[in-house]
């Protein structure tokens, strides 16, 4: 009896992705919502990202309904031969697509959080070596912008503080371009140099470090609040000067944010109403500071784990030039070729095996 192709249990999440695709669509062709931009762009923003998952998934979908067909006629007896043998021949191609399409699917799944980042800060320091590493750190700023420039990526230098040399102390970037952070997170880490400096006369091998940063650049801070179920609401009578009223009415409001402990209290007002509006409007800019305050702290430690100390002993790749070789330590990948690594063209060897490796170790851990 003819059995379909059985979809992996997580292939449920996509089909929660595809309502709430329909659902975004939904919602952009209504009148009320088109003629307010501020939430057009917001859901625009996420048909987008779901889009990227969801034009592989609707694929996935076809060719599973392809297979299933193909094997169905196959195992039915009373199909014809010749449709039988072309059904039979469409089989392998349509099976390796379908893999194909699951691992792809797999690995969006696992880093959609990372591909909606469109915009990365970038920063390069010299480590420790002086005047070598401040000249490596210029190299690797150059390699950057070239491997920009190749994937059509935007580069603003925010800031750079130059060498006596010519070499550079620090330089902060902003890069922007679609899936930015995808395709720059696996250069973050110490990056050590072993070649002979131009300012050594007896030709010794020396080793230098520079370290590299790359941080997403933090979004405004969004505060979206459920007034009835993230806050808790007291009422009670504002007591003090104001005659009758005030002592008999219960105006003064107290909010207390679930979440974070944050409480405001207003009785400034006799109207409870208009108590209740300026106490949220102070909620809401309290909230704002602690969120926005939050992200800032962990957007420094996520600096410090990245960059380190800047010794030579710490360090993600090797760039050797007396052997041409560049190694990339986390996966223990050699290229023999540092002008072209240097020149931003090969760097995405480096990062397919760095992907390969990531994806399996995320799928591990679902």
């Not at 009896?1 to 996509?14: C, G, N, S, Y």
């Not at 935007?154 to 995808?182: H, M, Q, R, W």
């Not at 969120?291 to 800047?310: I, N, P």
Request: aromatic residues 4%; glycine residues 6%; negative net charge.
């Amino acid at each position: 009896m003819f059995q379909k192709v059985q979809d992996p249990t997580w292939i449920a999440r996509l089909e929660e992705m595809a309502k709430r695709g329909e659902e975004v669509a939904a919602e952009m062709n209504r009148p009320e919502v088109a003629s307010n931009g501020a939430l057009m762009v917001k859901l625009a923003q996420e048909h987008g990202q779901l889009e990227k998952l969801l034009k592989p998934f609707r694929e996935y979908r076809r060719v599973t309904d392809q297979l299933n067909e193909s094997t169905e006629i196959i195992e039915d007896c009373d199909s014809d031969d010749d449709l039988k043998e072309l059904a039979a021949a469409e089989l392998p191609e349509l099976e390796q697509r379908r893999e194909a399409l699951l691992t792809e699917l797999q690995g969006k799944l696992v880093t959609g959080d990372e591909a909606s980042i469109s915009s990365v800060i970038l920063e390069i320091r010299a480590g420790t070596g002086g005047d070598e590493a401040a000249l490596f750190a210029a190299e690797l700023l150059e390699m950057y912008k070239a491997y920009a420039f190749r994937k059509g990526f935007k580069v603003e230098i925010l800031s750079i503080s130059p060498s006596d040399l010519g070499g550079i102390k620090e330089a902060i970037l902003n890069i922007t371009g679609d899936e930015v952070y995808l395709n720059l997170r696996f250069e973050a880490g110490g990056h050590r140099v072993q070649r002979v400096p131009q300012t050594e006369s007896q030709g010794r091998i020396h080793t230098s470090a520079a370290t590299v940063a790359v941080l997403p650049e933090p979004r405004e801070v969004e505060i979206d609040i459920n007034w009835d179920k993230d806050v808790i609401e007291h009422v009670s009578r504002a007591g003090g000067p104001g005659g009758q009223n005030v002592n008999k009415v219960s105006s003064a409001i107290k909010l207390e944010h679930t979440e974070t402990g944050i409480t405001v209290s207003m009785r400034d007002e006799k109207s409870q109403h208009k108590n209740r509006a300026k106490a949220r409007r102070i909620m809401m800019s309290r909230l704002f500071e602690h969120y926005k305050s939050r992200q800032e702290r962990e957007l420094a430690a996520e600096r410090k784990d990245m960059v380190g100390s800047g010794d030579r002993s710490e360090r993600i790749r090797t760039y050797n030039f007396p052997q041409n070789r560049c190694t990339h330590h986390r996966v223990n990948m050699d290229i023999f070729d540092l002008e072209g690594i240097l020149a931003g063209e090969r760097l995405d060897e480096f990062h397919s095996a760095l992907r390969d490796r990531d994806l399996k170790m995320r799928l591990e851990n679902l």
